[in-house]
């Protein structure tokens, strides 16, 4: 495997094939027709000029897959190139070789090609100055600093350029990879907060037409059993309706829809009203007792919390207290919004329900979710409901 990548990645790109061919054909062409760069020199022949030409030319194909090797072998082909009578192809390969080292090098070699490259510069222009004495001895530094600082230069301002747009590019992947995880985790706790809706609103309706169906066959009266089916008609048609409405949010949510009432703790008379109707039959009673001070409002998601908590505590009741008076207690104490509910606990004469306590740990996981505490037991002959849920108040003016 690591033989064949090898041969892969040495492989030269199409365009280095280009340039390499370009720039040999172009070196030549300015060697036929005499044009050198070093005209003063003839310590070799003529056609020695084309050996650093060819042999740089050569070392284009390797530009990207071996940049440390061109680079060795460039700056010694420029070097050679220095005795014989100079070919300017040559030196323009060179420069695209010290511009590929840095774009294509390792980084190490990347970050070290631009500071050595300028001080080399430099120390050719100092030198070159005190040896001559002469103000063209600086030209020497500026064709040396094109030759080599320039390209470097370049090669690192255009690999800077291509590191951000790939690390912006990596930190767009990142926050689009962790808004993804947050929506996924939106979508998860969206269905678990519908699966509480979904309990909270449809138990209360079965409950009570588990109840009255169950009275109904077992007291063989007509009038019962006229009643018992009035009332399962009353909550079947509720029930139906409320999971119909939260099915099509589930389905469709916003795309047109009407939108839908959020239960409020105004909503608790009628609440315990059909709780009475539902009830009747079992010998339980309902009363409201509403503490809170007028004109004040509670943030949203608390209000639904304490409403959906008497609503599945009324649920409760229904299924397993025994006859007697529950008692729902509502109340405004500083900073907090407290839920009490009491129902008669004991022998219960006539059917009951089926209870999985999914109920009590839906009404827990509202409390906590918001802060507030939340506990239920038994306490005597009363099991009791009690949830304090923290709640600044809110100017009517300003609610909504």
């Known amino acids: 495997m690591d033989g064949t990548v090898t041969a892969k990645n040495l492989r030269p790109h199409r365009d280095d094939v280009l340039l390499a061919v370009g720039s040999v054909l172009a070196g030549l062409t300015l060697w036929s027709l005499g044009v050198h760069s070093n005209t003063t020199r003839h310590l070799l022949p003529e056609w020695a000029a084309l050996v650093p030409l060819v042999v740089l030319g050569a070392m284009e194909l390797l530009r990207r897959t071996a940049p440390r090797v061109t680079l060795v072998v460039g700056t010694l082909g420029l070097v050679a190139d220095q005795f014989t009578v100079g070919n300017l192809g040559t030196v323009l390969i060179f420069t695209d070789l010290m511009y590929a080292a840095v774009v294509y090098g390792p980084p190490p070699m990347a970050r070290r090609l631009p ?134 949010l589930l389905r469709d949510a916003g795309a047109g829809q009407e939108a839908v009432a959020v239960p409020s703790l105004d909503g608790l008379e009628a609440l315990l009203e059909q709780a009475r109707t539902n009830g009747s039959g079992s010998g339980l009673d309902f009363v409201l007792h509403d503490g809170r001070p007028p004109g004040e409002r509670v943030p949203a998601p608390v209000e639904l919390a304490a409403y959906r908590i008497v609503q599945e505590s009324l649920t409760n009741a229904l299924k397993h207290a025994a006859p007697g008076t529950v008692r729902v207690r509502v109340a405004r104490p500083e900073g907090m919004l407290t839920v009490a509910v009491d129902s008669p606990y004991g022998d219960r004469p006539g059917p009951r329900a089926p209870g999985s306590g999914a109920g009590l740990i839906g009404m827990r996981e509202r409390t906590e979710l918001l802060g507030g505490a939340f506990t239920a037991g038994r306490s005597g002959t009363v099991w009791q409901v009690r949830a304090t849920l923290p709640a600044m108040p809110w100017p009517v003016d300003q609610a909504g």
């Open 115 to 248: 500071v050595t490259t300028g001080l080399i510069t430099v120390a050719v222009t100092i030198v070159s100055v005190a040896w001559l004495r002469t103000p063209q001895a600086l030209l020497i530094g500026v064709l040396t600093g094109i030759v080599s600082f320039g390209p470097a230069l370049t090669g690192a301002t255009l690999r800077n350029h291509r590191e951000a747009a790939e690390a912006a590019r990596l930190r767009a992947e990142q926050t689009a990879l962790l808004a993804e995880m947050d929506r996924s985790q939106a979508v998860v706790a969206e269905r678990a907060r519908m699966a509480r809706e979904l309990h909270d609103m449809v138990a209360n309706h079965l409950s009570a037409i588990a109840i009255h169906s169950t009275a109904a066959l077992s007291i063989d009266q007509a009038g019962t059993s006229r009643e018992a089916l009035g009332v399962i008609r009353e909550n079947s048609v509720q029930g139906l309706a409320e999971m119909r409405r939260l099915i099509g």
